[in-house]
């Protein structure tokens, strides 16, 4: 069956960074375009970033361009997400997600979720 595995989150200070990862199992990687989302506490998730099946495009919100950073790796079955210069409120627990691959880098459409990994950002 389709598994996604998130790991790489963790505790740290604000202006720190971490990668988090997401292993893939069951399907061909390459056909799916990825994407990271995240839910903080008492709030709905939101979207973080995209990238497409070949990592040739990739898309981000507004509140983590130019910080987070969204790769892939086919050969590993394997997304990341890099995240730099973190703050306080991108405290919650980051999922990543498959959808079969498209022309753009989606926000939406996702059918296949992983468990989530938490990342809490301390002051």
């Known amino acids: 069956q389709v598994q996604l595995v998130e790991s790489g989150g963790g505790l740290v200070q604000a202006g720190g960074s971490l990668r988090l990862s997401c292993a893939a199992s069951?399907?061909?990687?390459?056909?799916?375009?990825m994407g990271w989302f995240r839910q903080a506490p008492w709030k709905e998730r939101e979207f973080v970033a995209a990238?497409?099946?070949?990592?040739?495009?990739?898309y981000s919100a507004d509140s983590v361009k130019g910080r987070f950073t969204i790769s892939r790796d086919n050969a590993r079955n394997t997304g990341y997400l890099q995240m730099n210069s973190l703050k306080p409120e991108d405290t919650a627990v980051y999922y990543c997600?498959?959808?079969?691959?498209?022309?753009?880098?989606?926000?939406?459409?996702?059918?296949?979720w992983g468990q989530g990994t938490q990342v809490t950002v301390s002051s």
């Open positions: 990238i497409t099946w070949s990592g040739g495009t990739t």
């Open positions: 069951g399907l061909t990687f390459s056909l799916y375009d």
């Open positions: 997600a498959l959808k079969p691959r498209g022309a753009i880098a989606a926000v939406r459409g996702y059918n296949y």
